[in-house]
Antibody, heavy 120, light 108 residues
């Protein structure tokens, strides 16, 4: 079964750093792009960026460029989303999702999400 | 701020047909395929329609998608209580994947 398993909920203080993870299984992890999507409380979906674990090619949404870092460790089939200095406005649910292997752009498999709460 | 605009809400009684619109521009819907995602309460989004009108395996055929020009639509025919969810359109735009503003479907 194809799965993306995300790390558990996090509670952090403003200014702290954080790295959350997304582990793929049931498919060739290095052959599919993995994207990250933010959903702030009560709000819609926002695409943050995407990485190709095979060669770590990474693309960011202009809205998130410089705000977060996306990385991957193909040896353990895991993608990451990290912050160097969290803000209260980073409080959200974060989903990882796999881009389908297709000429067309769509996300066919989603993780269950990681809740990040940033509060003093 | 999303570049794909959807109505905030839609509703219908069981068995009715509900349609959700998604309005974009020439840089996204006008030139790229549209996808739709369903987000049931408290769960992760799920791919519902891809490439304008294709259903992934397991998605009931009461869900259908269409596209014309810079707009797209999702139709739910034979509305069921389990269809109560948020629905998002999405497409590639220039250098980013963009989601619609989302539509909450309520089954009356």
């Amino acid at each position: 079964e194809v799965q993306l398993v995300q790390s558990g909920a996090e509670v952090k203080k403003p200014g702290e750093s954080l790295k959350i993870s997304c582990k793929g299984s049931g498919y060739s992890f290095t052959s599919y792009w993995i994207g990250w999507v933010r959903q702030m409380p009560g709000k819609g979906l926002e695409w943050m960026g995407i990485i190709y674990p095979g060669d770590s090619d990474t693309r960011y949404s202009p809205s998130f460029q410089g705000q977060v870092t996306i990385s991957a460790d193909k040896s353990i089939s895991t993608a990451y989303l990290q912050w160097s200095s969290l803000k209260a406005s980073d409080t959200a649910m974060y989903y990882c999702a796999r881009r389908a292997k297709s000429y067309y752009y769509y996300m066919d498999v989603w993780g269950k999400g990681t809740t990040v709460t940033v509060s003093s | 701020q999303s570049v794909l605009t959807q109505p905030p809400s839609a509703s219908g009684t069981p068995g009715q047909r509900v349609t959700i619109s998604c309005s974009g521009s020439s840089s996204n819907i006008g030139s790229k395929a549209v996808n739709w995602y369903q987000q049931l309460p408290g769960t992760a989004p799920k791919l519902l329609i891809y490439r304008n009108n294709q259903r992934p395996s397991g998605v009931p055929d009461r869900f259908s998608g269409s596209k014309s020009g810079t707009s797209a639509s999702l139709a739910i025919s034979g509305l069921q209580s389990e269809d109560e969810a948020d629905y998002y359109c999405a497409a590639w735009d220039d250098s980013s994947y963009v989601f619609g503003t989302g539509t909450k479907v309520t089954v009356l």
